[in-house]
């Protein structure tokens, strides 16, 4: 969780990228904001956006109920640390050729927003949906040779979710390509395996 201070700095931060009309602000808005559900890029970018939406949105984002909700939260202490140390949320990287694809691939088909993206064109970049952070960093050519990731069942990056069905559903009226059906594993544990457009293998699961 960020502290209070950056959550206030990154509420700033999108008013001012909705003010100079970046478009990546849009699909975050449309995903986030159930008044701007409907609406297009354009549609989004010409209302105004106040501050108070900016950290309602964050909030969303974070699964608080509201914004003084999520900043009590950034402001509590964080637990004890362990006798090793704590560790964080590890944030994978995913090789791609087309940034702009991947990008398009994460925000259109698995509800992803843009964390923010770096470079001019851009060529690395962070997309987030709920806690789930993933790095996409651009390469000229593929890192795994053909189609070995889906040969060897090689799994890029694995998400809990625990709306699995209704995420599996979700991705059902998305168009999206699943390398793996939603199914019960021997072990007990209920998951499904999407393909971005790379051939990265994203799985999802859920254990009871």
């Known amino acids: 969780m960020p502290k209070p201070e950056t959550l206030k700095k990154q509420a700033k931060q ?11 602000v849009a699909p975050r808005l449309r ?3 159930p008044r701007c559900a409907d609406l297009t890029d354009q549609q989004i970018l010409e209302r105004p956006f106040p501050l108070a939406e900016a950290q309602e949105l964050l909030a969303r984002e974070h699964g608080a109920e509201s914004w003084a909700a999520l900043i009590a939260g950034a402001a509590a202490d964080p637990p004890p640390a362990s006798e090793h140390g704590d560790l964080g949320a590890a944030a994978p990287t995913l090789f791609v050729t087309d940034f702009p694809r991947a990008l398009a691939f994460f925000q259109e088909k698995l509800g992803f927003h843009v964390a923010f993206t770096y470079g001019q064109p851009a060529f690395f970049g962070v997309v987030q949906r709920g806690g789930a952070r993933i790095g996409l960093r651009h390469v000229d050519e593929p890192v795994f040779v053909g189609d ?17 069905k209704a995420l599996y559903g979700e991705y059902q009226a998305a168009g999206v390509a699943f390398y793996q059906p939603l199914k019960r594993q021997p072990w007990g544990a209920q998951d499904f395996v999407v393909q971005d457009p790379d051939g990265n293998l994203i799985g999802f699961n859920f254990n009871p």
Do not use: K, Q, Y
């Open 148 to 164: 070995l990731p889906a040969r060897w069942h090689l799994i890029s990056v694995t998400i809990e979710a625990p709306n699995l």
């Open 31 to 33: 995903a986030g904001l």
């Open 14 to 24: 999108l008013v001012r990228w909705h003010r100079d009309g970046v478009w990546t």
